[in-house]
C-alpha cells in the first residue's frame, strides 16, 4: 500500500495550537510520559564502588551494561555472594524492582517477598513486582548467585516508586546474654530479644576480637569450631532493616569442656533407625502400625492436616478406607504397643504437598495448642517437621518450645529438611534447627530428589553415590549441629522418589566413613562423629514393598555403630 500523499489534518492541529499559545506567553511541552522513581542507591554502580550496598563478596567490575561499572560478585561453596540494600518505602503500596543480570543462577528479590532468577551469557533483566505491607517502612532488595558458581554480573537496579521516610533510630541493645551448654568444640549463647519500630533484621555476634559474624533474627546460636578447655568472650549487637545497630551488649565469656557433653539419650537408642509411615495408598505396601517391623526404633506417621479454620493450627484424619478399615481405636492400640516395646511415634507435619504455614506469633499458637491436642489424643510421642514449601525459623522455633514446654522435656522433635535447605546455616532450616537445638532431636535430611549439591570442602557431589551423603552430611555437623543430632534420609527404593536410590550398602558405607572414617568414598571427612544418630527411610511401606531390605540391613547396622 502506498503512503498518502498528503500530511493528516489531525497532526496540522497540535502545531497551529502551539502558534496560538506561543502568541499568549504561555508555551505548551509535549509529554514525554512519566519516568521512574529510582529508590537504590548506586543501583548503576557508576561509583566504582558498592558504596550504598552491603556486598562482602562483590565488587565492581569494567564490564558494565551502561556507563562504566557493573556489580560483580563471586560465589564460593559456602557462600552466594549475596549483596543487598535496605531502601525505605511506603506501606500498602506497589513497587517494581529490576535489575539487568549475567551469569548462571542470579537471583533478585525482596526479603520476605518475591523473587525471581535466570541463567544467561548475555545481560538479561529480571523483574519482580510488589506490594509492601500495611506496616512496611523499609524493605531489603538482594541480588545473589549459587554455591560454588562462576561470579555474576548486575547492573541498572532499580525500584521504581514513591519513597519512604528513611529509618535512622537503632534497635535497642540485646540483654541477657548467657554462655553454656559447652561440649570440647562449641557454646550455646542466648540473648533478650531487642526492639524496634520496624523489627529486627539480625543480630551480629562477636568471639573475641574476631569480624562479627551475622547470625539471623535468632536470639540464640551456637558457637561451633571451638577448642577444648578454652574460654571465649562474646557480644552481640541488634540491626534493623535499614542497616542501624544497637551498641553492643555486655560481654560475657564461657568455657569448652574437655570431651564432648551430649544431652541423655532418653529412651530412644544412641543411634536409631527412623521409618515414615504412610497414612494413604500410593502403591507401596498398606501397613497398619503393628505392621512396622522393630527395626524401626522411631516411626513418623505421614501426615498431620492442615486445619482451614485456623492459621497454622493442624489435624488428624486416619485414612481408614485407604488402609483397608483400619480403625481410629486399632490405630491407637497399636501406637501404645509400640511405645511398650520401646519404641517412639511421632506426627509428620507437611510432606510434599503440605500447606501448614506458621509465619506470625497467632500462627506459632495455633500450631503448639492444636498440635498438643493431636499427640495426646492419639498418644504420640513428638513432632516431625517435613515441610517441604518452606518455613519461617523464628515463628515456628517459637512454636515448637511452646508446644514443647507444655508436653513436657520427653517430647521427641525431629526434622526431614530436603537437601538444599540444609546448605547453609542461613537458610531458613538450618536456623531453625539451630535455634531449638537444645530441644532437637534428630533432623533427617532426604538426600534424594536432590540433584547435585556442594559438599561441606565446597566441591560438587552427584546424588546416589556415599560421597554426596557423606559430604552433605558434614554441612550439618561443621555447622553447629551435634552429631547425636545428624541422621542420612534415603529411599528405601527406586520407587519411593524421583531419583537419589542408593543401595542399603551405600547407606551403610556412608555411616562408616562418617563414624569410623572407613568406606569412605573419593571424599573423606577430617574427622569423625562417632555420636551419628543414624539412618531414616521414606518409607516403611515402600520398604516392605522391598521386602525390607532397608530395616534389615540398615537396620542392623545403624544398632551395631560404635
Request: charge should be negative; aromatic fraction near 8%.
Given at each position: 500500500?502506498?503512503?498518502?500523499?498528503?500530511?493528516?489534518?489531525?497532526a496540522?492541529?497540535?502545531?497551529?495550537?502551539?502558534?496560538?499559545?506561543?502568541?499568549?506567553?504561555?508555551?505548551?511541552?509535549?509529554?514525554?510520559?512519566?519516568?521512574?522513581?529510582?529508590?537504590?542507591?548506586?543501583?548503576?554502580?557508576?561509583?566504582?564502588?558498592?558504596?550504598?550496598?552491603?556486598?562482602?563478596?562483590?565488587?565492581?567490575?569494567?564490564?558494565?551494561?551502561?556507563?562504566?561499572?557493573?556489580?560483580?560478585?563471586?560465589p564460593?561453596?559456602?557462600?552466594?555472594?549475596?549483596?543487598?540494600?535496605?531502601?525505605?518505602?511506603?506501606?500498602?503500596?506497589?513497587?517494581?524492582?529490576?535489575?539487568?543480570?549475567?551469569?548462571?543462577?542470579?537471583?533478585?528479590?525482596?526479603?520476605?517477598?518475591?523473587?525471581?532468577?535466570?541463567?544467561?551469557?548475555?545481560?538479561?533483566?529480571?523483574?519482580?513486582?510488589?506490594?509492601?505491607?500495611a506496616?512496611?517502612?523499609?524493605?531489603?532488595?538482594?541480588?545473589?548467585?549459587?554455591?560454588?558458581l562462576?561470579?555474576?554480573?548486575?547492573?541498572?537496579?532499580?525500584?521504581?516508586?514513591?519513597?519512604?521516610t528513611?529509618?535512622?533510630?537503632?534497635?535497642?541493645?540485646?540483654?541477657?546474654?548467657?554462655?553454656?551448654?559447652?561440649?570440647?568444640?562449641?557454646?550455646?549463647?542466648?540473648?533478650?530479644?531487642?526492639s524496634?519500630?520496624?523489627?529486627?533484621?539480625?543480630?551480629?555476634?562477636?568471639?573475641?576480637?574476631?569480624?562479627?559474624?551475622?547470625?539471623g533474627?535468632?536470639?540464640?546460636?551456637?558457637a561451633?569450631?571451638?577448642?577444648?578447655?578454652?574460654?571465649?568472650s562474646?557480644?552481640?549487637?541488634?540491626c534493623?532493616?535499614?542497616?542501624?545497630?544497637?551498641?553492643?551488649?555486655?560481654t560475657?565469656?564461657?568455657?569448652t569442656?574437655?570431651?564432648?557433653?551430649n544431652?541423655?539419650?532418653?529412651?530412644?537408642?544412641?543411634?536409631?533407625?527412623?521409618?515414615?509411615?504412610?497414612?494413604?495408598n500410593?502403591?507401596?505396601?498398606?501397613?497398619?502400625?503393628?505392621?512396622?517391623?522393630?527395626?524401626?526404633?522411631?516411626?513418623?506417621?505421614?501426615?498431620?492436616?492442615?486445619?482451614?479454620?485456623r492459621?497454622?493450627?493442624i489435624?488428624?484424619?486416619?485414612?481408614?478406607?485407604?488402609?483397608?478399615?483400619?480403625?481410629?481405636?486399632?490405630?491407637?492400640?497399636?501406637?501404645?504397643?509400640k511405645?511398650?516395646?520401646?519404641?517412639?511415634?511421632?506426627?509428620?507435619?507437611?510432606?510434599?504437598?503440605?500447606?501448614?504455614?506458621?509465619?506470625?506469633?497467632?500462627?506459632?499458637?495455633?500450631?503448639?495448642?492444636?498440635?498438643?491436642?493431636?499427640?495426646?489424643?492419639?498418644?504420640?510421642d513428638?513432632?516431625?517437621?517435613?515441610?517441604?514449601?518452606?518455613?519461617?525459623?523464628?515463628?515456628?522455633?517459637?512454636?515448637?518450645?511452646?508446644?514443647?514446654?507444655?508436653?513436657?522435656s520427653?517430647?521427641?522433635?525431629?526434622?526431614?529438611?530436603?537437601?538444599?535447605?540444609?546448605?547453609?546455616?542461613?537458610?531458613?532450616?538450618?536456623?531453625?534447627?539451630?535455634?531449638?537445638?537444645?530441644?532437637?532431636?534428630?533432623?533427617?535430611?532426604?538426600?534424594?530428589?536432590?540433584?547435585s549439591?556442594?559438599?561441606?570442602?565446597?566441591?560438587?557431589?552427584?546424588?546416589?553415590?556415599?560421597?554426596f551423603?557423606?559430604?552433605?552430611?558434614?554441612?550439618?555437623?561443621?555447622?553447629?549441629?551435634?552429631?547425636?543430632?545428624?541422621?542420612?534420609?534415603?529411599?528405601?527404593?527406586?520407587?519411593?522418589?524421583?531419583?537419589?536410590y542408593?543401595?542399603?550398602?551405600?547407606?551403610?558405607?556412608?555411616?562408616?566413613?562418617?563414624?569410623?572414617?572407613t568406606?569412605?568414598?573419593?571424599?573423606?571427612?577430617?574427622?569423625?562423629?562417632p555420636?551419628l544418630?543414624?539412618?531414616?527411610?521414606?518409607?516403611?511401606?515402600?520398604?516392605?514393598?522391598?521386602?525390607?531390605?532397608?530395616?534389615?540391613?540398615?537396620?542392623?547396622?545403624?544398632?551395631?555403630?560404635?
Open positions: 500500500m502506498n503512503p498518502p500523499a498528503h500530511r493528516p489534518q489531525a496540522i492541529i497540535p502545531v497551529l495550537l502551539t502558534l496560538l499559545l506561543a502568541l499568549a506567553g504561555l508555551v505548551l511541552v509535549p509529554s514525554t510520559g512519566t519516568a521512574a522513581t529510582n529508590l537504590v542507591t548506586n543501583g548503576s554502580f557508576e561509583t566504582g564502588t558498592t558504596s550504598g550496598w552491603s556486598c562482602p563478596a562483590g565488587t565492581v567490575s569494567g564490564s558494565a551494561r551502561t556507563g562504566s561499572y557493573a556489580l560483580e560478585a563471586t564460593s561453596g559456602s557462600d552466594i555472594a549475596r549483596c543487598s540494600q535496605s531502601i525505605p518505602v511506603q506501606p500498602n503500596t506497589a513497587y517494581t524492582l529490576s535489575a539487568w543480570v549475567k551469569g548462571s543462577n542470579v537471583y533478585l528479590g525482596v526479603d520476605g517477598g518475591p523473587s525471581t532468577w535466570t541463567t544467561s551469557s548475555t545481560w538479561s533483566q529480571l523483574t519482580v513486582p510488589f506490594t509492601t505491607g506496616s512496611a517502612t523499609s524493605v531489603t532488595i538482594y541480588l545473589h548467585g549459587w554455591y560454588g562462576p561470579a555474576y554480573q548486575a547492573d541498572d537496579v532499580v525500584l521504581d516508586g514513591p519513597g519512604g528513611a529509618d535512622t533510630t537503632p534497635p535497642s541493645t540485646p540483654g541477657g546474654l548467657t554462655v553454656g551448654s559447652p561440649t570440647s568444640s562449641s557454646l550455646q549463647l542466648n540473648w533478650s530479644a531487642a524496634d519500630a520496624n523489627g529486627i533484621d539480625h543480630y551480629d555476634v562477636v568471639r573475641g576480637t574476631s569480624a562479627a559474624q551475622n547470625v533474627g535468632v536470639t540464640n546460636w551456637t561451633t569450631g571451638l577448642s577444648p578447655s578454652t574460654t571465649y562474646f557480644k552481640v549487637q541488634a534493623d532493616p535499614s542497616g542501624n545497630c544497637s551498641p553492643y551488649g555486655a560475657v565469656s564461657g568455657t569442656s574437655s570431651g564432648p557433653t544431652p541423655p539419650a532418653g529412651s530412644l537408642p544412641k543411634h536409631i533407625l527412623t521409618g515414615y509411615w504412610q497414612n494413604f500410593n502403591g507401596a505396601t498398606v501397613q497398619r502400625i503393628s505392621d512396622v517391623p522393630a527395626a524401626y526404633d522411631l516411626i513418623a506417621v505421614a501426615f498431620a492436616d492442615a486445619d482451614a479454620s492459621p497454622g493450627a489435624t488428624f484424619n486416619l485414612d481408614s478406607a485407604g488402609l483397608g478399615g483400619y480403625t481410629v481405636a486399632q490405630f491407637k492400640a497399636d501406637i501404645a504397643a511405645k511398650a516395646a520401646g519404641k517412639k511415634v511421632i506426627l509428620s507435619v507437611g510432606g510434599q504437598n503440605g500447606t501448614i504455614s506458621v509465619g506470625d506469633s497467632t500462627a506459632a499458637n495455633n500450631f503448639a495448642a492444636s498440635a498438643l491436642a493431636v499427640l495426646q489424643e492419639y498418644g504420640f513428638g513432632i516431625d517437621i517435613d515441610l517441604e514449601n518452606g518455613v519461617n525459623a523464628q515463628y515456628l522455633g517459637q512454636a515448637l518450645r511452646s508446644l514443647q514446654g507444655q508436653f513436657g520427653g517430647l521427641v522433635i525431629a526434622m526431614a529438611p530436603q537437601t538444599i535447605d540444609m546448605q547453609s546455616t542461613s537458610f531458613e532450616y538450618f536456623k531453625l534447627a539451630l535455634a531449638i537445638k537444645d530441644i532437637l532431636t534428630v533432623v533427617n535430611v532426604q538426600y534424594y530428589n536432590s540433584g549439591m556442594n559438599g561441606c570442602d565446597g566441591q560438587v557431589y552427584s546424588q546416589g553415590t556415599v560421597d551423603i557423606t559430604a552433605q552430611a558434614c554441612i550439618m555437623l561443621q555447622g553447629g549441629l551435634r552429631p547425636d543430632q545428624v541422621g542420612l534420609g534415603l529411599p528405601a527404593s527406586s520407587r519411593a522418589a524421583g531419583s537419589g542408593v543401595s542399603p550398602t551405600i547407606v551403610n558405607n556412608a555411616l562408616d566413613c562418617l563414624t569410623k572414617g568406606n569412605c568414598g573419593n571424599f573423606k571427612p577430617s574427622t569423625t562423629w555420636a544418630r543414624g539412618a531414616m527411610t521414606w518409607s516403611t511401606n515402600w520398604d516392605a514393598l522391598n521386602g525390607n531390605a532397608f530395616a534389615n540391613q540398615v537396620g542392623s547396622h545403624v544398632h551395631s555403630l560404635p
